[in-house]
């Protein structure tokens, strides 16, 4: 089966700009969640959504993070405006619709903002 | 903060040794799952270990839990050179939000 799917691999913008991630999760998959690793850390939840719906944003900076899943299929995570400290890789996830299985991860998207 | 801590942050090994890792955790879990990281192929799920569970196995993986002391151990054994990687514990709690810890870095030396 495909795996999750993310778009661009890498990025480099400058402060102050805009940028947007793409992921498209396993077929079926119910929960889709995208992370932030900052480098040497473990990943950090952002969000968390259930089909089309937020079920956790806790951690999102709502002041420049957005995110959607519209019709609960594919998702977009956007920063606007970027600031140095989101150099980090962003990671997309997704899961069965079962409480505490197993997540699938994409193989991310590396940020740097200069 | 982030709920796991692994132990220790860096590890090397040679090859065909056992590497053991830990983890500590603060509060009640639904359960616990080990990450393998790598730059070729990104962040892969290992095991999962519930937590009325006291020891799992998978391949040459041995997971133990210990739910009074809050802590978790992973042990490679017979390790190879593509072992090398770095290896997170992510517990979930309510739902299913996974909190990862810090990480240990394996590296596995021919």
């Known amino acids: 089966e495909a795996g999750v799917a993310q778009s661009p691999r890498y990025k480099i913008i400058e402060k102050r700009q805009s940028v947007a991630f793409w992921c498209n999760p396993i077929?079926?998959?119910?929960?889709l969640y995208w992370y932030q690793q900052i480098l040497g850390q473990g990943p950090k939840l952002l969000i968390q959504?259930?089909?089309?719906?937020?079920?956790?944003d806790s951690q999102l900076p709502k002041d420049r993070f957005s995110a959607e899943r519209l019709k609960g299929v594919d998702s977009t995570l956007k920063i606007q405006p970027a600031k140095l400290e989101d150099s980090a890789v962003y990671l997309c996830?997704?899961?069965?619709?079962?409480?505490?299985?197993?997540?699938?991860f994409g193989p991310g998207t590396r940020l740097t903002v200069l | 903060s982030q709920q796991g801590e692994e132990d220790p942050q860096a590890l090397s090994i040679q090859e065909g040794e056992n590497a053991t890792m830990n983890c500590s955790y603060k509060?009640?879990?639904?359960?616990l799952q080990w990450y393998r990281q790598n730059s070729g192929r990104g962040l892969v799920h290992l095991i999962l270990?519930?937590?009325?569970?006291r020891e799992k196995h998978s391949g040459r993986l041995r997971v133990t839990l210990d739910t009074s002391k809050k802590s978790s151990s992973l042990l490679i054994t017979a390790s190879r050179a593509a072992d090398t990687a770095s290896y997170f514990c992510?517990?979930?709690?309510?739902?299913?939000?996974?909190?990862f810890g810090t990480g240990t870095q394996l590296k596995v030396e021919l």
């Open positions: 959504f259930q089909n089309n719906g937020v079920v956790d």
């Open positions: 996830a997704s899961s069965l619709e079962r409480k505490g299985n197993e997540q699938f």
């Open positions: 509060t009640s879990i639904n359960n």
């Open positions: 992510a517990v979930t709690g309510g739902g299913n939000k996974l909190t």
């Open positions: 077929s079926g998959h119910a929960t």
């Open positions: 270990i519930r937590s009325n569970e």
